[in-house]
């Protein structure tokens, strides 16, 4: 059974610090790998997206690395804001597969404080 | 600017009763997809449609039912809810068919069966 698995669960930073977020997966074939991130209360939004191909891409503060030979991707957030405080949610689609080939990770909950 | 709703945010309802939760994109996608996060699971996906008048069961979809008369409506229905159906309900539409497509997500509606 195709499975995503992230860690840590939750994560507390100071505002300014770094930190890297891990996502490891058994999805196969693979297609793509997607970062959400969701804000309390609300629907996840899209950070970024790698296919095969592609083993880095950022978004602003925001760097998502996929190493598709060990299945491991990382989100490593920079100078950390406050408004960073959400769950990190990692999503990996099975090659060939429709909306049913998505497979969703629990999340990373993140809590930054000043 | 296009959007996707969900109404209500909120519901409280009571075992056996009949539920439907509405959703609502102004974007003029075809796919649009249901969604349920509880804790200790990542989304889980209950039904989702690739355009009018077709639908499909996902992974979670007994006890659920949707139906697409038009681009932008596809409410979910829950004929007899049960209180192993209280959890936090995304709508989500995209543009693109196949896995590389990105989702936009709704707000969530928050609904309890007791």
């Known amino acids: 059974k195709n499975q995503v698995e992230q860690s840590p669960q939750s994560l507390i930073i100071l505002e300014g610090k770094n930190c890297t977020l891990q996502?490891?997966?058994?999805?196969?074939?693979?297609?793509?790998l997607r970062w959400y991130k969701q804000d309390t209360g609300r629907g996840p939004v899209s950070l970024t997206i790698?296919?095969?191909?592609?083993n880095t891409k950022s978004n602003g503060r925001y760097t998502a690395t996929l190493d598709a030979d060990t299945k491991q991707s990382s989100l490593h957030i920079t100078a950390s804001q406050l408004s960073d405080s959400a769950s990190y949610i990692c999503v990996v689609s099975e090659g060939g597969g429709g909306a049913d080939g998505l497979t969703f990770g629990k999340g990373t909950h993140l809590i930054i404080q000043p | 600017d296009a959007e996707i709703t969900q109404s209500p945010r909120h519901k409280i309802t009571e075992t056996g009763r009949q539920v439907t939760l509405a959703c609502h994109q102004t974007?003029?996608?075809?796919?649009m997809f249901w969604y349920r996060q509880d804790l200790g699971h990542g989304l889980r996906l209950i039904h989702y449609?690739?355009?009018?008048?077709?639908?499909n069961k996902g992974e979670v979809s007994d006890g659920y039912s949707v139906s697409r008369s038009n681009t932008e409506d596809l409410p979910l229905t829950l004929e007899s809810a049960a209180s192993s159906q209280t959890s936090v309900y995304f709508c989500?539409?995209?543009?693109?068919?196949?896995?590389?497509?990105?989702?936009?997500f709704g707000p969530g509606t928050r609904l309890t069966v007791l």
């Open positions: 449609s690739y355009g009018v008048q077709d639908t």
């Open positions: 996502c490891n997966y058994t999805v196969s074939p693979f297609s793509n």
């Open positions: 790698m296919t095969f191909s592609e």
């Open positions: 989500a539409s995209s543009e693109l068919t196949g896995s590389i497509d990105t989702q936009y």
């Open positions: 974007w003029n996608h075809n796919n």
